[in-house]
């Protein structure tokens, strides 16, 4: 079995990068995306497990994208994880009723995030933590 693939989506190419390197010694595939239209086309020949997205990006937001990721059939399945450094109650409420798997504020934890995507994907990542603790 392969290692889980995880889009790694935010406009800030210091987090992006960040958050990629985590969760790649977590032991996953992740893969670092600009915007949420880059997803929508990555989606194309990609099968995340998981997106864990920022939700303001200048060419496609966060919510923007869950919207066109519900309406494809093979992408509606794929959990995510939004984060955002300020979000109103729409905002957290769109998420939700989209579907949205968990919310973050910025700044967080790294070791939280990895605990919000063991609850996801738990298999891999319990072996990979505990190998680290």
Do not use: W
Not at 55 to 63: A, V, Y
């Amino acid at each position: 079995m392969g290692k889980k693939l995880v889009f790694v989506v935010d406009d800030d190419p210091v987090m992006r990068q960040s958050l990629t390197r985590y969760i790649s010694q977590l032991g996953y595939d992740a893969k670092p995306v600009q915007d949420g239209f880059e997803v929508l086309v990555m989606l194309d020949y990609y099968k995340p497990d998981l997106i864990i997205s920022d939700i303001r990006m200048p060419k496609l937001d966060g919510i923007s994208l869950l919207e066109g990721m519900k309406n494809r059939e093979k992408t509606r399945h794929i959990p995510v994880i939004f984060m955002s450094g300020c979000a109103s109650d729409d905002i957290l409420t769109q998420a939700r009723e989209l579907g949205a798997k968990f919310f973050l504020f910025k700044p967080f934890p790294l070791e939280y995030l990895g605990e919000l995507i063991a609850k996801i994907l738990p298999e891999e990542y319990l072996i990979k933590f505990r190998e680290t603790q």
